[in-house]
Every structure is written in C-alpha cells, then in structure tokens.
C-alpha cells in the first residue's frame, strides 16, 4: 500500500504510537467485556495492538506498515488489510473489534458493513462522540482542534445502522491516569498537552494550523502558569474519571 489508508498519513507521523496510545486496562475492560464468549476476534484498524486480548485467538488488520512494525513480540502479526475489504469469508469470527480507528475510514459504513458480514456475532466499536467534543476543557484553548476533529467521527447512529441488529452504547469512563494518550486522557494533567510529541500521537492536531496549535498552547501554557485554569478546573486534578466522547458500540446480530 503506497498511500494512505484514510485520512491521516501514519507511514509519515505514526512513530511513537505504541508508547503513547497505550491500552488502558479500565478502558480495556469495557471493551473484552462486549467480546462476550467469543474465541475467535478480528481486530480491524488494529495500530500497535492496543486494547487487543491476550486470552482470545485474534487476527488484527492493519494498512500501515509502520503502525504494524510497532506491534509488540507477543501479538501475532497484522494482515495488511482496508476495514472496506476484509480478505475474509462470511461469519469467519466470533466477533470483530475496532478501537478508535473508524473516523480515519474512508468509507466508514462500507467497513462497518464488512465487519458485520466476517463476524458471527459481537461487532465492538471503541470511538468518540463528536457531538459532545466541545464541552471538553480544550474548546476554551483549542476551538480549531474540536472544529477539526469533531465532523470526523461517524455519528454513533450512523454507526449503529451500519452495523444493524441490536445496537447498545456505553458512555466510557476515562481514568485520571489513562495510559492511552488521547487528548480526554489527559482531562486531570493538562501539562501533559504542551508536550509535543505527547500532541503528535493525537492525530487531530495534524488538522489544525501550525500558527494555531502554538497559540492554543501558548495560551493553555499562560493560564496554567498563573493559576486560571486551575481557577476553572482544579476539581478535575483529583476527579477518578471522567465521562467524555468516548463511546463503546456493541452491536449484537
């Protein structure tokens, strides 16, 4: 595959991913829970192999090479495969899984639709909510970055349809220490988000205008230094969790 497989080129800026986007286990647990029984599970869009279970024979689908060369030792490695054509027979696996990919999708229902033909039972579909983006902390700073990553996202009924059968979505609660490094994750740590490369493993900011990221962290930058987001937020540097965009789709056929 010599271009892209969606919206955001990882050959060129996916380096780093797998020490910054970390399976989180409480986030993690949510998403082995809605695999049900299954034995056999395609993980679709699988990166480095975050969130992918250990106890379950998986076959992950990866399009960029240097997302799959980050996978570590003990996963299996990734089939270089789109979500729109799964290389698959019909009801191949018990379940299908896909973690915060299906925005970078070029046809996100054609990709949903081919995880519902390959799975005989639970399609998993970790995302975000990007209807409720703006009312994170980083619309105050970084009111381009939600306009940029927000439309991104397949409405979670757009998803559901897709999918079809019996569609359920849970609201994830992120943990105040969240090892995967999505922006929410860092809702209590909001230092953690001057850092660049923490900012390079989030693939929105590569939407955004160079000139307003850096006025987006200057401005985070000041008011952390003279106390005004604490102003606002301090609450947040103690809260256990937080309930943003994530969302979990389980569709059952």
């Known amino acids: 595959m010599t ?39 395609l993980n679709v869009g ?9 106890d379950r024979r998986v076959v992950a689908v990866e399009p960029s090479a240097t ?31 896909a973690t915060i990919t299906v925005h970078q999708w070029p046809d996100a229902a054609g990709g949903l639709r081919e995880m519902r033909r390959v799975a005989r039972g639970p399609v998993v579909i970790l995302t975000f909510d990007g209807a409720v983006m703006g009312d994170f902390w980083l619309a105050e700073y970084a009111p381009e970055f939600i306009a940029a990553e927000s439309p991104r996202y397949p409405t ?4 559901a349809a897709a999918l079809g059968g019996r ?27 001057l850092d660049p490369a923490v900012r390079t493993a989030q693939s929105a900011w590569g939407f955004v205008a160079h000139a307003a990221e850096e006025r987006s962290m200057r401005h985070l930058g000041d008011d952390l230094a003279s106390g ?26």
């Open 3 to 41: 271009r892209p497989a969606g919206d955001f080129d990882y050959e060129r800026h996916g380096a780093g991913y797998s020490t910054r986007r970390r399976t989180d286990p409480v986030i993690a647990s949510y998403v082995h829970a809605a695999l049900g029984s299954a034995r056999t599970v």
């Open 228 to 253: 005004v987001w604490d102003d606002r937020h301090a609450e947040l540097r103690t809260q256990a969790q937080y309930v943003g965009s994530l969302r979990l789709v389980v569709a059952i056929p």
């Open 67 to 97: 997302m799959r060369a980050q996978r570590p030792a003990h996963l299996a490695p990734a089939i270089a495969a789109r979500a729109e054509q799964l290389p698959f027979d019909d009801d191949a696996f018990d379940a299908a899984m």
């Open 46 to 54: 699988a990166g480095a192999g975050s969130y992918e279970p250990d």
């Open 167 to 193: 569609a359920q979505t849970i609201a994830i609660p992120v943990p105040l220490e969240c090892t995967d490094g999505f922006v929410e994750a860092f809702y209590g740590r909001p230092e953690a988000l």
């Open 156 to 159: 979670i009924d757009a998803i």
